[in-house]
């Protein structure tokens, strides 16, 4: 099932960059989003929860949906070595529903 | 920070064997959900459950699945007779509404052999 496509990288980066990760989708009925981190055997940490289109800030992160090309990006910051992880994104027709996750793209922050 | 608590961490089984995995949602959530990551695989959803019965359940979640909230805290999910494909990481999640993220536990590992 390709719903969710996502690059799995790995990406590496050196400490301070902006990394842009990203994800595309095929069912124009998504609408919620989410964003997570998983560090290595941990379970997924919600970073960001958007709906519909548009940009969403917290921190050294941002969240963009663009849903005319069915495509989210997440921003990152001058990136810290603890960012390294695996990056998920996740996403949902309907609130209630069932999320629908890609494969994860694995960062690594060099110092 | 409040946390959602999955017992065991690892789990053995023998095949064909029956297994009960373990979460404790956050206090005041009302949703619950299970989702499976089978090693280099995506996050998968297998079934969500609210008000003490399942609102939605994936292909996945057959008639080996079931799951149960036998008191206030605890939410298992059980597997009848496991298959060596059950492997993975379950994952147990939930939240206080029907909006906004799931909070994650760390996850069961099960291992069938």
């Known amino acids: 099932q390709k719903e969710v496509e996502q690059d799995p990288g790995p990406l590496s980066v050196p400490e301070g960059a902006i990394v842009s990760l990203n994800c595309t989708y095929s069912n124009s009925a998504f609408q919620y989003f989410m964003w997570y981190r998983q560090y290595s055997r941990k379970g997924p940490e919600l970073l960001m929860y958007t709906y519909s289109s548009g940009n969403k800030e917290d921190g050294r992160f941002t969240a963009q949906v663009d849903k005319s090309s069915k495509y989210i990006s997440l921003f990152i910051r001058d990136s810290q070595p603890s960012d390294s992880a695996t990056y998920l994104c996740?996403?949902?027709?309907?609130?209630?529903?069932?999320?629908?996750f890609g494969t994860g793209t694995s960062l690594t922050v060099i110092p | 920070e409040p946390e959602v608590t999955q017992t065991p961490s690892h789990q053995v089984t023998q095949m064909g064997q029956e297994v009960i995995l373990r979460c404790v949602p956050i206090s005041n959530h009302l949703y619950f959900y299970w989702y499976r990551q089978i090693l280099g695989q995506k996050v998968e959803f297998l079934v969500s459950?609210?008000?003490?019965?399942?609102?939605?359940k994936s292909e996945i979640f057959d008639d080996q699945f079931s799951v149960e909230r036998p008191d206030g805290s605890n939410f298992t999910l059980k597997i009848r007779s496991t298959k060596l494909e059950d492997s993975a990481m379950y994952f147990c999640a939930s939240r206080a509404g029907q909006a906004g993220g799931y909070t994650f536990g760390s996850g069961t590992r099960l291992t069938v052999v």
């Open positions: 459950f609210y008000n003490n019965e399942i609102s939605e």
């Open positions: 996740a996403m949902s027709a309907n609130t209630g529903n069932q999320f629908y």
